[in-house]
């Protein structure tokens, strides 16, 4: 069975530093991935996702994620945060279908 | 704008009472889906539709029921709610085919059992 496991529920950075959120798949074959953000009070929305083409991502908000098959993992980074990216963040695969598996999230604090 | 719309945001509910969420789109999307979103778990799929009169049982469906009888709606029904049922749930829609679509989530409902 496909699943994720984000490494670390709770990141902490200062603003203007490197954003690094950890994922990893299992899947038997090439997934489907996603990053998703979560602000306070909301539903998720869509920061970026990997279909099989370039294996580096560019999302919203200047984030990115790069498909890396070898360690099974797609890790978000952002070069430099923002306070404003204060929130939750989800990996989720699928297979082929919209039916997404989600891991655990990780609540992203950013300190001035 | 299309948007999605569930209804209602917070609820408080005695345990064994029936409860409906309710989930409403506007986007035509053939898919929609159902999430329950608890500390340490993430968010769980609950039931799922591919379209009028289809739904699905996903990793976490019982004491759940959905029926789809138009594409706009799916309403998501507690028989018998249960303490273990409180949390925060999230409807979403798709309009793909192949898996490589964008999720659209409504605001979510809270739920809450006594």
């Known amino acids: 069975a496909q699943s994720v496991t984000q490494l670390g529920s709770h990141v902490s950075v200062s603003e203007g530093a490197l954003v690094l959120l950890r994922c990893n798949y299992s899947s038997s074959v090439p997934p489907y991935l996603f990053w998703y953000v979560q602000y306070p009070n909301q539903g998720l929305q869509l920061l970026l996702k990997?279909?099989?083409?370039?294996?580096l991502v560019k999302g919203i908000n200047g984030f990115e994620a790069e498909f890396k098959k070898s360690e099974t993992s797609f890790h978000l980074t952002k070069p430099s945060a923002h306070m404003s990216d204060a929130a939750e963040y989800f990996c989720?695969?699928?297979?082929?279908?919209?039916?997404?598996?989600f891991g655990t999230g990780t609540r992203l604090q950013v300190f001035p | 704008d299309a948007e999605i719309t569930q209804s209602p945001r917070h609820k408080i509910t005695e345990t064994g009472r029936q409860v409906t969420l309710a989930c409403h789109q506007t986007w035509n999307h053939n898919n929609m889906f159902w999430y329950r979103q608890d500390l340490g778990h993430g968010l769980r799929l609950i039931h799922y539709?591919?379209?009028?009169?289809?739904?699905n049982k996903g990793e976490v469906s019982d004491g759940y029921s959905v029926s789809r009888s138009n594409t706009e709606d799916l309403p998501l029904t507690l028989e018998s709610a249960a303490s273990s049922q409180t949390s925060v749930y999230f409807c979403?829609?798709?309009?793909?085919?192949?898996?490589?679509?964008?999720?659209?989530f409504g605001e979510g409902s809270r739920l809450t059992v006594l």
């Open positions: 990997y279909t099989s083409a370039a294996t």
């Open positions: 989720a695969v699928s297979r082929g279908t919209d039916k997404l598996i």
């Open positions: 539709s591919y379209g009028v009169h289809d739904t």
């Open positions: 979403a829609s798709s309009g793909s085919t192949g898996g490589n679509g964008e999720l659209f």
